[in-house]
């Protein structure tokens, strides 16, 4: 695998490896109490908590089983919006898994589903992935809607595998 992520692009946007740039965008959107818990993380606290995260995920980019975490940029102004990774790689498999985020001020728009489709090509054509795969919570119907419009087919529901912030169990499906 190459040693760094390339810059990709779609219509509308901009798909590039995450840099310390983003942290004051990312901070804007990762702070809201609509967006972290719907992919299990706590809303951001602080723009330096937002620093840290982001240099992990700098610092684990196309280490052991991690791929990497891209920026997506809106063309129209330029601006970091959410993030898509490719996470779980397993060389022998060939198999990876796909996770995202995007601005509320951005919902509604397909702006994810042009970045998935991207990915998903850079992620077959590129990276000769064989197996992507890509799960969201019961309750998320947003990113239920991405997964179904892009074409990943329904294998199941993983019944109350994870533990959310406030201590309740939900179902994955996937």
């Known amino acids: 695998m190459n040693k760094t ?6 219509n509308r946007l901009l798909i590039r ?4 740039n983003d942290c004051y965008d990312m901070y804007e959107y ?6 972290g818990p719907n992919a299990g993380w706590s809303p951001h606290k ?5 620093k840290n995260i982001i240099m992990n995920m700098i610092n684990e980019t196309l280490a052991d089983n991690n791929i990497g975490v891209f920026s ?16 779980n790689y397993h060389e022998k ?12 001020d951005y919902w509604g728009r397909g702006l994810m589903v042009e970045a998935v489709k991207t990915i998903i090509t850079f992620a077959f054509d590129e990276l000769s992935i064989y ?34 912030l406030n201590g309740n169990r939900c179902d994955t499906q996937f």
């Open 72 to 87: 997506l940029v809106f063309k129209e102004n330029m601006k970091m919006i959410g993030t898509i990774g490719l996470h």
């Open 93 to 104: 498999n060939a198999s990876a898994s796909l996770g995202y985020v995007l601005s509320p």
């Open 131 to 164: 197996r992507l795969e890509c799960s969201h919570y019961d309750f998320n119907q947003q990113s239920k809607r991405v997964i179904e419009k892009v074409g990943f087919v329904f294998e199941g529901i993983s019944r109350k595998n994870k533990v959310l």
């Open 17 to 20: 490896p995450i840099n310390h």
């Open 30 to 35: 990762a702070k809201k109490d609509n967006v």
């Open 5 to 10: 992520l390339p810059t990709l692009k779609s």
């Open 46 to 50: 602080s723009l330096d908590e937002t």
